[in-house]
Nanobody, 116 residues
Framework: QVQLVESGGGLVQAGGSLRLSCAAS????????VNWFRQAPGKERESVAA????????YYADSVKGRFTISRDNAKNTVYLQMDSLKPEDTAVYLC?????????WGKGTLVTVSS
């Protein structure tokens, strides 16, 4: 069974950093375009960043530009989200959506909590 698994979330103080990972597991195919989303309590899910399989970055939300960096390691079928200068408003469940063999897959998310 193909699935995406996020990891790397946790509790961090404002100004700190975390690196999230989105890894394909199971009977996997090559991971294509990946989008990172986040959903804070009581808010709609929003797109944070996106990257093509080629490594071309196609999107950063205005709220994270200059602080977050999306990257990937195709050999590991993994996409990363480096989050620096974290703010309390970055607190959310972070989820990845990836394309494999023409189908979209969602992970279950990893919780990021930023304390002030």
């Amino acid at each position: 069974q193909v699935q995406l698994v996020e990891s790397g979330g946790g509790l961090v103080q404002a100004g700190g950093s975390l690196r999230l990972s989105c890894a394909a597991s199971g009977r996997t195919f090559s991971l294509g375009t990946v989008n990172w989303f986040r959903q804070a309590p009581g808010k709609e899910r929003e797109s944070v960043a996106a990257i093509l399989r080629s490594g071309v970055i196609t999107y950063y939300a205005d709220s994270v530009k200059g602080r977050f960096t999306i990257s990937r390691d195709n050999a590991k079928n993994t996409v990363y989200l480096q989050m620096d200068s974290l703010k309390p408003e970055d607190t959310a469940v972070y989820l990845c959506n990836g394309v494999m063999s023409g189908m979209h897959y969602w992970g279950k998310g990893t919780l990021v909590t930023v304390s002030s």
